[in-house]
């Protein structure tokens, strides 16, 4: 078959993105041709204010390089905008009165800048600020005159302004407003901004409006409104932009603002599709990356004619740095009445926060300074999260950033380049800020590719993010607020989910072909998400699928650096008899064990076990009364006690009892990740209940229930749930709490970021305040323990899965190859 024809009108960010999202699916589909109107291949256009300011030059903006189109076939044209859409014949002639035609096309013709039609506005040396050739002018100017002046006091203005004045310009900012950056600033944080920049040297002209560019051969002054007069030999236009759509209403195409197109970025003409600053999306236009990239991405879909990708618009948030102060903004952060705004404030310091609130949710945001928790406040604003339990510190960021309450010592703006951010994967804050930059990433998924930073437990996701906005700026692509659960389809965590309890689904194929998954067989990131899903919703109907999981979790055990494996018997509540540890010896001395250690949840760790001997160590340790621990599994782990009123003089209760019983009730359980307990028998808290999963503290008149504490290299201290009378209650609620874990969280998403993400209060609108709910849901948990408790190390030692740990003799291997 030969190929079908996609032209691209327009080489800028947005629709060579759509050529490289498209080339991800179907590589070989179209013969793509793109013409540009600039004589450069496709560049970043956010970082013509740093090549302005001598920062950086035009090679170090460039995204894809001429050598980028060779290599994937891509017939490209530079400096020849393509001129004329014939629709009836599908062609398009360029300036150059070269016609092709085309079976798909897509415009991408971008956004021109608004220059204000005022006398003299035509005059050489008034310029935009909107490509390579504006910087250009801007910089020969600066070499030969000394006054400037910008009009327009948003972000480009401030831009440019800074920029010329690094080239040593005296520059006049005009604005017609009374304070700067109204789109992104509230007035307290635009006169910090304006105060700031005074102090660095530029000048302002507030509530100016322009009457007349003066000059006759050249610009030599700016008139306002009110007569008076300022001296220019520069004037930089930068007080917005327009859609282009000339082109598209020439050739008869339905434009208002910009080209209308639909939730497939499909124009009235169905074979031409738009995408970028030129669009209008259910009446709105876009101006920020963001958004663009993910209609390039939907476009690019449709264009593969897979056909399910659906662009519904876009929630922005902005995270720009401005002649090097940071700025945040998000939502609607003017407060209207009815609203309630948060406000931290300090001057001396230059930080100023403000969250503007309506039941209990956020609606807008706006900070200057420090900006680190943006991209925090933006995620609970675009999930409607219900803050009501975080109001007294939300001010103060996000309380699990740091390690162990360090502070501003682990702030992420605060890092060293060595400073490491993905402990998973040892990836450096210097590592992550040069792929970002010498590669132009622009997405949290493309700095995992480049530097497997935030790949793997995904705990450091914050500080990657925060990375990602505060090096690229304007142009960060924020997670959209629907996260596909992998490559291979475009639905999220809890679409799959949902559709597994309502369609039902009870077989991974069942799965795939009910949701159009793009892959036969799905892939190593959601098959062992789905198979989770599946059995925490069907543990009496689906069959575990051993191949879906980790090795550790095929093995039994948790593999060590030199291949060889650790066993961890259960002990239950950290309880052990004379017997039970004669028998862990003898396996110790039959098996050779070079090192046993105590855990941190009081069990004993034999190392150095390999594999072909795990399930005759397992045989004799299941003899001696020994489970699994599951120290290797997404699963509950440990229960953690203290001595208690037993032994202990401050003891109020018998913690041990009670953390052998709520051991007894959960072992086994399989969970979305690791999932530790514990029990103190009182205040003093020896067992470190407030920084578990699920943790208990004993008290005179009872038991305090904490939920959703972790320890590790990012310490969150637990909620109190509540405060219950009876042991019987603490297994009800834990068994409750558990479940709704099980059935609401998504595949490796600790208890921490769950409780933050779906919010306290819903955790206690279904364990507290609905009685019968809680009740059922410790019924379903009590019914999947009857299919989960069932040893794994017993079937292993009776002949289950005897080939996982079958060594692959050298015979064998030859035969293999």
Not at 67 to 72: I, Q
Not at 261 to 282: K, M, S, W
């Amino acid at each position: 078959m030969s190929k079908q024809k996609l032209i691209l009108i327009g080489n800028g960010m947005a629709g060579i993105r759509a050529v490289e999202e498209l080339l991800k699916l179907e590589p070989e589909m179209y013969e793509i041709t793109v013409f540009g109107a600039e004589p450069h291949p496709n560049y970043n256009r956010i970082m013509l204010s740093p090549v302005l300011a001598g920062e950086k030059t035009i090679d170090d903006i460039v995204l894809n390089s001429r050598e980028w189109y060779t290599e994937n076939g891509i017939n490209l044209h530079t400096g020849d905008p393509v001129a004329e859409i014939d629709r009836i014949s599908r062609q398009v002639t360029t300036a150059s009165g070269n016609t092709l035609s085309y079976d798909r096309l897509l415009l991408a013709t971008g956004s021109n800048p608004f220059i204000i039609p005022v006398p003299g506005h035509e005059l050489p040396g008034v310029v935009g600020f909107r490509d390579i050739r504006d910087v250009e002018m801007m910089l020969e100017s600066a070499r030969q005159y000394k006054k400037a002046v910008v009009i327009g006091g948003g972000l480009l203005g401030l831009e440019a302004a800074n920029g010329l004045m690094k080239n040593g310009m005296d520059v006049t900012v005009v604005h017609l407003m009374d304070i700067l950056m109204e789109r992104q600033l509230d007035k307290p944080a635009a006169e910090l901004l304006k105060a700031s920049l005074a102090e660095s040297g530029m000048n302002f002209l507030m509530q100016a409006e322009t009457a007349e560019i003066l000059g006759d051969d050249r610009v030599r002054g700016v008139r306002f409104k009110d007569g008076s007069k300022i001296e220019a030999d520069l004037v930089v236009m930068a007080v917005g932009i327009r859609p282009n759509t000339v082109l598209a209403q020439q050739a008869g195409l339905h434009c208002d603002r910009g080209v209308v197109v639909n939730d497939t970025l499909q124009t009235f003409d169905p074979r031409i599709y738009a995408v970028g600053e030129c669009v209008q999306h259910r009446n709105s236009c876009y101006g920020l990356v963001a958004p663009l990239f993910e209609q390039a991405k939907v476009c690019a879909n449709h264009l593969a004619m897979l056909g399910y990708g659906r662009y519904e618009g876009s929630v922005t948030s902005t995270k720009l740095k401005v002649t090097g102060i940071d700025l945040f903004s998000a939502g609607e952060f003017n407060e209207e009445e009815g609203d309630e705004t948060l406000v931290l404030q300090d001057p001396a310091q230059g930080i100023y926060k403000k969250l503007v609130i309506r039941d209990n949710r956020i609606k807008g945001a706006v900070m200057y300074g420090d900006t680190i928790d943006g991209t925090w406040y933006f995620q609970l604003l675009r999930e409607e999260t219900d803050i009501s339990s975080l109001r007294n510190t939300i001010l103060f960021g996000q309380h699990d950033l740091g390690d162990a309450g360090h502070g501003d010592e682990t702030r992420v703006a605060m890092l060293s380049d060595d400073a490491e951010i993905c402990g998973c994967n040892g990836v450096c804050k210097g590592d992550i800020v040069n792929a970002i930059s010498s590669k132009g990433l622009f997405t949290l998924d493309e700095v995992r590719t480049h530097t497997k930073a935030s790949a793997s437990c995904g705990s450091c996701t914050g500080l990657v993010e925060s990375l990602l906005a505060s090096t690229v700026g304007e142009g960060y692509a924020a997670a959209p607020s629907k996260k596909a659960v992998c490559a291979c389809t475009e639905h999220s965590h809890d679409e799959v989910i949902q559709a597994i309890r309502t369609a039902p689904l009870k077989s991974m194929r069942n799965l795939f072909d009910y949701l159009n998954w793009k892959t036969p067989d799905g892939c190593s990131a959601c098959r062992p998400a789905l198979n989770y899903y599946l059995l925490a919703n069907w543990p009496g109907e689906y069959q575990d699928d051993a191949q879906s999981r980790f090795i550790n979790e095929r093995a039994h055990g948790n593999i060590q650096k030199d291949g060889t494996y650790s066993v961890v018997p259960r002990m239950f509540g950290g309880l052990c008899t004379a017997n039970d540890l004669r028998a862990i010896a003898d396996v110790s001395d039959k098996y050779q064990v070079p090192e046993m250690k105590v855990t941190g949840g009081q069990r004993i760790d034999l190392f150095g076990v390999k594999k072909e001997q795990l399930p005759a160590m397992w045989k004799d340790l299941t003899a001696a009364g020994f489970v699994s621990g599951h120290a290797y599994g997404k699963a509950m782990r440990t229960v953690k006690t203290c001595a208690g009123k037993t032994w202990c003089r401050f003891g109020t209760q018998n913690s041990t009892g009670l953390g052998v019983q709520l051991e007894e009730l959960t072992w086994g359980s399989w969970m979305p990740h690791k999932f530790k307990l514990a029990v103190s028998g009182c205040p003093r808290n020896c067992a470190e209940a407030t920084i578990k999963d699920f943790g208990v503290v004993c008290v005179d008149s009872g038991y305090e229930l904490h939920v959703g504490g972790n320890g590790g290299i990012k310490v969150r201290v637990t909620d109190l749930l509540c405060k219950v009378e009876t042991e019987a209650e603490v297994l009800e609620y834990c068994g409750a709490f558990t479940q709704l874990y099980r059935e609401e969280a998504h595949y490796l998403e600790r208890t921490a970021p769950w409780v933050e993400r779906v919010s306290l209060n819903f955790v206690k609108q279904r364990i507290l305040k609905d009685e019968s709910g809680r009740k059922a849901l410790f019924e379903r948990f009590k019914y999947g323990q009857r299919f989960a408790q069932i040893d794994p190390w017993r079937a292993c030692a009776e002949g289950a899965e005897a080939h996982e740990f079958k060594p692959l003799h050298i015979n064998q291997m030859r035969a293999v190859s």
